[in-house]
């Protein structure tokens, strides 16, 4: 059995790998006592002021492999940090793992130095054992790498994502948007163009919120928003959960989900979301049923679902939330540490 459970994060908080990182660290912690976090020294006071931890063992990431106790299980969260694991930490794990979040050459241009970067890391992950949580990232890396993978279930903190009741009949309903136009294959710019034409329209009973970005930075990027939408900036974890659960909808116009965890959140939530239909939201998603999958390119067919669920009577906007929160029922921050202490107890 692996001495200890170390999670080796490179990168900035708050990204929806890092969340899924933060939250099952701490849920190994105080669940079964074993679980680290190590990240870079530039960004661990971050770390330790923007997420509510309960658990102390996060520490600061060295290439020291003293830091590293022996007989521990490592578990790599990117292709950079894989590197460095197999280079400094590899003799002193009881096994290395890549937890693979999402399919990271679709990150960069082709031919790119990136790209190449995020190639070669999964050669190298032949070394480790491959970790993902949805099947649509399994069939990805399996296609395109040819090595084996383990599936673990996605986490949700519903200490913090939790359906609110039923609003009263002829209340306005609200949309919400997460804007990233540092993100490319988030699709800011078409999401911006959808919430702006449903802002115009005076029969929709519909408030449009939005967070992820502040208005200069969506200046930066030549996106400009009706004054009718409400931006929230950016926001920490907690405060993104409450903007979300306080939400009907949710929109996502993403290129595409390897999971979608803004999406996995609100449907835990009782939130209804109008999302992209490529990647891994049509696995947990039903069209019509707990959701609307569209094509992302299609800014038409993406303000028409709006407009549908929007006019939706009580009683079956109460039937998709119900359809939401059963689709995501089996996901939790608890369920998936037991996946991962059940993974790496034999190690």
């Known amino acids: ?56 063992a996060l520490d600061r990431l060295s290439a020291d492999p003293q830091d590293i106790p022996d007989g521990a299980a490592i578990v790599a969260t990117t292709n950079d940090s894989l590197s460095l694991v197999l280079d400094e930490f590899s003799e002193r794990a009881s096994r290395v793992y890549y937890y693979v979040q999402d399919y990271e050459p679709l990150f960069y241009p082709r031919h790119s130095r990136q790209h190449t970067v995020a190639i070669a890391s999964y050669g190298r992950a032949k070394a480790a054992v491959a970790v993902v949580k949805t099947d649509w990232l399994a069939q990805v890396l399996m296609s395109r790498t040819f090595f084996p993978v383990v599936k673990i279930r996605p986490s949700l903190d519903r200490t913090i994502y939790r359906p609110r009741p039923l609003r009263a009949d002829g209340h306005r309903r609200t949309l919400v948007a997460m804007l990233r136009p540092s993100t490319p294959r988030r699709g800011s710019q078409r999401t911006v163009a959808v919430i702006n034409r449903l802002a115009q329209s005076a029969s929709l009973a519909l408030d449009i919120e939005v967070f992820g970005t502040s208005n200069d930075e969506l200046g930066m990027a030549g996106l400009r928003m009706s004054p009718r939408i409400r931006n929230h900036g950016r926001v920490s974890p907690k405060q993104a959960a409450e903007i979300v659960c306080s939400s009907d909808f949710l929109l996502d116009l993403s290129d595409y989900q390897a999971f979608g ?19 891994a939201p049509p696995s947990y998603v039903t069209h019509g ?47 998936t540490a037991s996946d991962w202490f059940a993974l790496t107890r034999d190690s």
């Open 1 to 56: 059995m692996a001495s200890e459970i170390t999670f080796v994060l490179r990168g900035r908080p708050f990204g929806g790998g890092a969340n899924s990182v933060a939250q099952e660290f701490a849920a190994l912690v105080d669940n079964y006592g074993m679980g680290r976090l190590l990240v870079e020294p530039q960004h661990l006071d971050v770390f330790r002021r923007g997420y509510d931890w309960s658990v102390t």
């Open 261 to 279: 965890r803004t999406v996995a959140e609100g449907l835990a939530a009782g939130v209804v979301p109008i999302v992209t239909d490529r990647g």
């Open 289 to 335: 049923v707990s959701g609307f999958l569209v094509t992302p390119s299609d800014i038409d067919a993406a303000y028409d679902y709006v407009k549908q669920a929007t006019r939706l009577p009580d009683d079956e906007l109460a039937a998709m939330r119900l359809a939401a929160m059963e689709a995501v029922s089996e996901w939790s921050v608890d369920a």
